[in-house]
């Protein structure tokens, strides 16, 4: 049977914290308060049918002691766009991730309720039901529901900057005769279904629903539609999952990053990379506040590595990179063909090209401008509008 080109190409794509969190952790799991132990688990039908999935998408790994619900997800909804979350009632975790910029915010680094200024971009949820590891450089936050009480109860920086506040946010909520309701809907056997428990589970739950893959790549690869995606497109989808660019060691499967798992499936464990953006040192550093894995474990080894994010929707969430201080793609690219980032000047200067901890799968490599251009508009059909503006995913305060 002839393969033709396209059928090839499709196929080879198919294949292709703080203390407190951690003891917010344990009194998250605690059956005395927690209240998603006696809940029945969907089956995967259902599971499937609650987020939605895509063609080609397999099912996302769901905790037992957090079982998907149609009435936990909204609630997570309402929950995800109400700036009474904060202490201050000024934020909401949608101010870091809009969906229009797949949940990203546009700016260099996050900002928090009171001002502060974080130093690691906004990163994308997209897909997120699918992310083996959390956040930039935490080896250790693996769940969605670990990750969700950063933002809310983290001090270094104040996001949410919920500690100590927690009886006046709860407070908001019990006052309102539409959170009795849908906090009553999503835990029905919960004799005081308003509580952190409740409220984390939602938000995860809602956040397992950011799933995205209806983009034009999708509609070539999982929908058999070779019209779908331009023949510029084409050529850039070939260069992309070439060994002479290598981006797919990196950014590859499903969800184009290795940074990710399923349901059966174990995670790579190779996740974090230094990609040579920076040596300030001359000796493989990074800026102090963001050293990456190596913040976490000290390792010489691991400084500089970060997680490689999803590039599903990449085109509309710029700046780029962990501290947001690559301004395009194309610059993006730009750094990859060099084999890192020399900045000549400023507080951060350095030769990232030559950073000892650089990983191998980033050594550089030539394109043409016609070749820049083809790449460039196959990582545009990996922008799904739908995602984008879909209401079901959107503000439930603007209907």
């Known amino acids: 049977m002839k393969v033709t080109t396209d059928e090839s190409r499709m196929r080879r794509c198919h294949r292709g914290f703080e203390p407190i969190v951690f003891g917010l952790a ?14 029945r688990a969907p089956a995967a039908e259902e599971i499937a049918q609650l987020l939605r999935l895509p063609d080609g998408f397999p099912l996302p790994s769901v905790p037992a002691d957090n079982p998907l619900t149609r009435e936990k997800i909204e609630l997570g909804r309402h929950l995800f766009y109400d700036p009474a979350l ?7 975790c949608a101010s870091c991730h809009v969906q229009a910029r797949a949940f990203t915010d546009g700016r260099e680094t996050a900002l928090g309720s009171t001002g502060q200024v974080h130093p ?28 969700v009480m950063v933002p809310l109860f983290g001090e270094l920086p104040i996001e949410l900057g919920v500690t100590g506040h927690e009886d006046l946010v709860l407070d908001r909520l019990r006052d309102s005769p539409m959170y009795r309701e849908l906090f009553a809907a999503a835990n029905p056997d919960a004799e005081a279904p308003i509580a952190w428990p409740s409220i984390i589970r939602a938000l995860a739950s809602f956040c ?6 209806r983009s034009p790549f999708d ?7 070779a019209q779908a995606i331009s023949d510029s497109a084409k050529r850039g ?12 060691h990196c950014h590859g499967g499903f969800n184009f990053t290795l940074s990710s798992t399923h349901d059966g499936v174990v995670a790579d464990a190779a996740a974090f990379h230094n990609t040579g953006l920076y040596n300030v040192d001359e000796r493989g550093g990074y800026p102090d506040d963001n050293t990456g894995v190596h913040a976490v474990t000290h390792r010489s080894e691991d400084m500089g590595r970060f997680r490689a994010p999803t590039l599903r929707n990449i085109a ?42 650089k990983s191998g799968l980033v050594t550089g490599f030539r394109l043409t401008d016609g070749e820049r251009r083809d790449l460039l508009a196959f990582l545009a059909t990996l922008t799904d509008q739908t995602f984008l503006s879909d209401p079901e995913l959107a503000s439930p305060f603007e209907e």
């Open 26 to 39: 344990v009194w998250l799991a605690s059956p005395t308060i927690g209240c998603g132990g006696h809940e």
């Open 86 to 92: 904060s202490a201050n009632g000024m934020q909401s």
């Open 120 to 147: 690691r971009n906004s990163q994308s949820l997209t897909n997120v039901a699918y992310n083996a590891t959390l956040t930039w450089a935490n080896p250790l936050l693996v769940s969605i529901e670990q990750q």
């Open 208 to 213: 397992r629903a950011l799933i995205s893959g």
């Open 219 to 225: 509609r070539f690869v999982y929908g058999h539609d």
């Open 237 to 248: 989808l070939d260069l992309f999952f070439s060994e002479r660019l290598e981006c797919h």
């Open 316 to 357: 509309v969430t710029a700046p780029y990179m962990h501290d947001g201080s690559v301004a395009s793609l194309e610059d993006v690219v730009r750094i990859y063909e060099a084999g890192g980032r020399l900045l000549s000047g400023g507080p951060h200067a350095g030769d990232g090209r030559t950073n000892p901890h």
